[in-house]
């Protein structure tokens, strides 16, 4: 197998290139979301986006415009409930299998949907055509713009909330932008992951690398790295692998990572 | 319309329906008050990969399913409530993506193997009235009648321990096993679920009935009538809608998912509109006690 | 009220009874005997072993070394003949049920199966419910009464099985003034009424100085029991801390200073 000749094929290079950019984005809005405490919205957000992603297969539109007008839209209610949304199980739940339903009934009306609805949930990097890509290459580069622009009031109420409210921060605002820009990831991850993985990809890297440092800058670049090296290592494998989707093995690298970097760090106590 | 309810696809699908929702919805009951939520969600995605696992080795997915579930109970140990998972949401969170990475990954092979195999993978994730057929639902009606044996042979002490656990267990109610047995019940009755509204979608069925019911009295022996009476009024509009419906195709999970988000949104409606109401009425019932040294 | 009442048995024994939890000593070498129907606050400051000892003698835990005797018998749970009231736990499942069945759970809530509607049981939770005066919001839930109203019930709950122990951790922790006077009064009363013996963990002995006969005052690894105006009095409590504690007596109460009560 000679992967150098294959990084000639469009497909592969397509794929890549996408990956990479998501890959930055999710290890970055991923260790914010530790921070806050907000993680169970890297279960949420990729589930009632699934319903947005069927919609667009139904009309035949690319899935990433379903996927980003369900999970912003869903990103802003959030965002308007607070954090009390954390606390309410029950209903965040109901709303996620609602969505899941949903997305099952438009695929349903459409032909041929045992595929599409793998797809969806598996991901379909390795498909991804040149307009899917460029669109992801833009919006990556406007949420990692976005990021830079409220990085430190994010994390000073990331880190303290009361305090940067008493210093003036906007902290509703802040927390409103982060959550739009979350779900932005969101929707371009669960094409490189799949809605069923996004996770792995988003969490995964940031957990791993606070585990090695407690410095935003380094925690975060690691985390990049991390989600990289995942990204394409995963590609390759999957290149490789033919039937078994690139999600698997960035959930494979990802967990495996993290459970190497919990064992290696027990004892040391961090905050969560 | 006269021929598909003789059929015994449509009687089959009643009946498998009818079972999976008391089941559910029964077993839904103390998921809510237990605040299980969290937990529940959990079960189903470490048993996503048990029932993906068996379908790829040949087996009907409900073994695998309980069988992985039953040991991710026993190595979670004793959670008697969610507090203790919550605490810890990126490492729970964690594992359970890897436990659905594992389902991927069988889910992957399994579908790849065939056409007929694509679209029954499928049915695991959502669920199908065309696979209530007569063996499975023997296993139906054999898992439905175990489970509901046991909760209601532990109700009241169940009911005791889930309320106030301290006094229970000064009661001699022995709270840590029943924390076991109740989390193997609910994989249990998320496992057989699988058949009718799959995998993804049993949270659904499980939650909504019961989350209703407990906004609209707090009596719980009518909680429970309530519960078990909406899960199978949501079922069998599902099943008449899935099978006369405009769409035809559409599968049941739609339905039941829908129905229920709509059940709950409308008791939240309720129980927001009462709460208005109580607090602008004046409380009668504190009483002026007088203090008399006996 | 109870035929097999033995009024010549003591209600609970402890004979040099060891408490040690982890590397710490709770309590060493605890003796104290109390006889049925007695009325005893529990005193001392967080971590001397008050809750600790509520446990023991409910048979949640099992003592370092030692005997304890409660009413005859080796502590175990499920002894109907104790009554228990926990330290305050607000959780949502507490209101997720009407406080007629909270209460109920004292009569069966231990008991495996369904339970049919009974009328006799009906009519004994009535009684009780009358005797702590919480008939009228017995349908109500916990989230709509006050604290004082929540304690009256969860003490109907204790009573129910009949029990010749009470035991009540805390039961004043998050009252005011006047609902913390109502529970002790109600206490009071019962206790004389039923010839209950009741231990009562609390932070202040002052609104109970009226109504107990003694105090067990735990602190440092050692216990003493007695009268209160014997109990406590600077002697006694520097004795117990090991340091020097003032205990003033001052408008009809008694102020511990130079000590974490």
């Not at chain 1, 033919?242 to 064992?263: D, E, H, N, Q, W």
């Not at chain 3, 070498?29 to 529990?42: D, K, Y």
């Not at chain 3, 067990?216 to 409590?237: C, F, H, K, W």
Request: aromatic share 8%; net charge positive; hydrophobic share 50%.
């Amino acid at each position: 197998m000679d992967l150098v000749a294959l990084l000639h094929y469009a497909f592969l290079q397509n794929a890549l290139s996408a990956s990479c950019a998501v890959a930055a984005c999710s290890a970055v809005i991923g260790y914010f979301l530790i921070g806050r405490s907000f993680t169970f919205a890297g279960h949420a957000l990729p589930n009632i986006g699934f319903a947005g992603a069927a919609g667009a297969v139904l009309l035949g539109v690319s899935p990433v415009f379903g996927l980003f007008s369900f999970t912003i839209e869903a990103a802003l209610v959030f965002a308007f409930l607070g954090t009390k949304v954390h606390d309410r199980d029950l209903g965040i739940g109901i709303v996620m299998t609602f969505c899941l339903g949903l997305g099952l009934f438009f695929l349903a009306l459409y032909s041929g949907y045992a595929e599409r609805v793998y797809g969806i949930l598996f991901g379909t990097i390795l498909g991804i055509s040149d307009a899917e890509v460029r669109l992801t290459l833009i919006s990556s580069m406007i949420t990692l713009v976005g990021v830079a622009v409220i990085f430190r009031p994010l994390l000073f109420s990331t880190a303290d909330a009361d305090s940067a409210l008493a210093r003036g921060v906007p902290i509703h605002f802040v927390a409103a932008v982060f959550l739009v820009l979350t779900a932005v990831t969101v929707s371009l991850a669960v094409q490189v992951t799949g809605s069923l993985l996004v996770f792995t990809l988003l969490v995964g890297p940031a957990a791993t690398s606070r585990s090695f440092s407690r410095r935003p800058a380094v925690a975060i670049g690691l985390a990049v790295i991390l989600a990289e090296a995942y990204a394409i290592v995963g590609i390759l494998l999957a290149v490789v692998a033919k039937t078994i989707p690139v999600s698997f093995f960035v959930a494979a690298l990802s967990f495996g990572a993290y459970l190497a970097s919990r064992l290696l760090r027990k004892g040391k106590t961090w905050k969560r | 319309m006269e021929e598909i309810i003789r059929s015994d696809i449509f009687r089959n699908a009643l009946l498998g329906g009818s079972l999976t929702a008391i089941l559910c919805t029964a077993v839904g009951y103390f998921m809510v008050l237990r605040a299980l939520a969290f937990a529940s969600e959990a079960l189903t995605d470490i048993g996503f990969a048990g029932a993906t696992g068996s379908v790829l080795l040949g087996w009907n997915p409900f073994w695998g399913m309980i069988g992985l579930s039953i040991l991710a109970v026993v190595a979670l140990g004793t959670l008697g409530s969610s507090n203790k998972l919550k605490g810890r949401d990126v490492d729970v969170g964690m594992v359970l993506s890897f436990a659905l990475g594992l389902g991927v990954l069988f889910l992957s092979l399994y579908a790849r193997s065939s056409a007929s195999h694509a679209s029954s993978g499928v049915r695991i994730l959502f669920g199908s009235l065309m696979s209530l057929t007569g063996p499975v639902l023997r296993l139906l009606l054999i898992v439905a009648i175990a489970v509901l044996l046991v909760l209601v042979l532990i109700f009241r002490p169940l009911l005791f321990a889930s309320v106030d656990p301290n006094c229970a267990r000064a009661k001699g109610v022995p709270t840590k096993t029943l924390d076991y047995v109740y989390l193997i019940l609910l994989a249990a009755t998320t496992a057989v679920s699988i058949q009718a509204i799959g995998v993804l979608l049993a949270f659904s069925l499980i939650s909504a009935p019961a989350g209703a019911a407990h906004k609209l009295t707090r009596n719980p022996a009518l909680a429970l009538l309530v519960a078990v009476l909406l899960g199978l009024g949501i079922t069998w509009s599902s099943i008449l809608l899935s099978f006369l419906g405009p769409w035809g195709k559409i599968p049941l999970g739609f339905y039941i998912t829908s129905f229920s988000a709509l059940i709950y949104g409308l008791a939240l409606l309720r129980d927001q509109f009462r709460t208005r109401i109580k607090l602008e009425a004046p409380h009668h019932h504190e009483r002026e006690t007088t203090l008399i040294e006996d | 009220m109870d035929p097999k009442s033995d009024i010549n048995e003591a209600s609970m024994i402890l004979r040099q009874v060891s408490i040690k939890l982890g590397n710490r000593m709770i309590q060493e070498r605890m003796s104290f005997q109390l006889e049925q129907g007695e009325f005893v606050a529990v005193l001392g400051p967080n971590g001397a072993g008050k809750s600790t000892l509520l446990k023991l003698l409910l048979g949640f835990l099992r003592p370092t070394e030692g005997e304890i005797r409660v009413l005859g018998k080796i502590p175990r749970t499920g002894n109907q003949l104790i009554g228990y009231l926990p330290q305050f736990q607000n959780t949502e499942s507490m209101n997720a049920l009407r406080a007629r069945d909270i209460v109920g759970f004292g009569i069966d809530g231990h008991r495996w199966g369904f339970g049919l509607p009974n009328r006799k049981r009906e009519e004994k939770l009535d009684q009780v419910l009358e005797e702590v005066d919480a008939l009228n919001f017995s349908k109500a839930s916990f989230d709509e009464i006050s604290g004082g109203e929540r304690q009256r019930l969860l003490l109907a709950q204790a009573l129910i099985s009949s029990p010749r122990i009470l035991l009540l951790d805390e039961p004043l922790a998050s009252l005011d003034i006047g609902h913390a006077q109502e529970v002790i009064t109600l206490v009071s009363r019962i206790c004389r009424s039923r010839k209950i013996t009741v231990l009562l963990v609390t932070h202040d002995v002052n609104p109970l100085l009226p109504h107990i006969d003694q105090v067990l005052y735990m602190a440092n690894g050692q216990s003493v029991l007695g009268r209160p105006d014997d109990v406590i009095t600077s002697e006694v409590l520097s004795r117990l801390y090991g340091s020097r504690v003032e205990v003033v007596n001052a408008i009809g109460r008694r102020f511990v200073v130079g000590a974490e009560i």
